[in-house]
């Protein structure tokens, strides 16, 4: 890995991580990191049992739904015209055991070109991983190859060489043609923007031909100028959860991202950028969800004619 990214990415990301492990205070782009507070996930607990909705929100929290979304465009060549992608997100494995288990009995079964999984396997921000590599393994035993993958806030570094064991080609401000045929797109991923600033679109949109159809893999959609400024089609992302707990209608109380609050979930668009924000197939803080459903999303190419 560090022959592929350099000693110096991977030297300064392991710093990083040292450095603000369990910080609550002015990691990344946050003031407050409040998952890294260990009252909020009693608080969250007790406030939804106050209100007579925690048994509801835990049984949401373990179901998750298959979401599809059409990218269209005039970029897309021929031979990619209804090409799948599989987007898996922010599963926080290790907290998210009903989630997981549901996931892992059905994403077999879901046909597919290519899966991508768009960060967060770990619970916390801190801490052990083994239980999330464990649960992460059987879930990738599951899914068809290939599979590509970007880490997120959640995750250290030192899980990489694990999560490539099982089969997932993980980006690190790189970028891979993908062929078919006579025919190719480009994937790019990025490190975390979010706490570690670890992102450089540039370095990995440098090698992609600007004509050519491009998938961004960026943790969170706080990137989206700098992936429109780099020419990019097409931007997966997930990190907001899409706020988890919602006030009827899907509102979300609060995102944990600067962003459009049009861009915290779902698909949206700015310039000549299509976007999808994914709710996520976990949760963080606490296993419970109000108005915002868990999902997986299976995304469908189409060339614009």
Partial sequence: ??????ADHVTRRLAVEIEHEA???GQGTLLFNVENWELAPRIVEAA???TGLYSRARRNADRVEVRQNVVTSASVPAGF???TILQLSDLHADISAGAMRHLTGFVGDIAHDICMLTGDYRGKTFGP??????LMKDLCARVRSPLYGILGNHDSIRMTPALEAMGIRMLFNESE????GNDAIHLAGIDDAHFYRADDIAKAAAGIPRDAFSVLLAHTPESYRLAAQAGFDLMLSGHTHGGQLCLPGGIAIK?????????????WRF??????????????????????????TLHTLRRAT
């Fill in 1 to 6: 890995m560090i022959e592929r990214i350099g």
């Fill in 23 to 25: 910080q609550l205070f």
């Fill in 48 to 50: 939804l049992k106050a």
């Fill in 81 to 83: 015209d209804g090409f």
């Fill in 129 to 134: 991983f083994d239980k999330s590599l464990v």
């Fill in 177 to 180: 043609p993908i062929a078919r």
């Fill in 255 to 267: 995102l944990e991202a600067r962003l459009p609050r049009r861009m915290g979930k779902g698909a």
């Fill in 271 to 296: 310039d000549n950028l299509a976007g999808y924000t994914s709710t996520g197939a976990g949760t963080s803080l606490a296993p419970v969800r109000l108005n915002c459903p868990a999902e997986i």
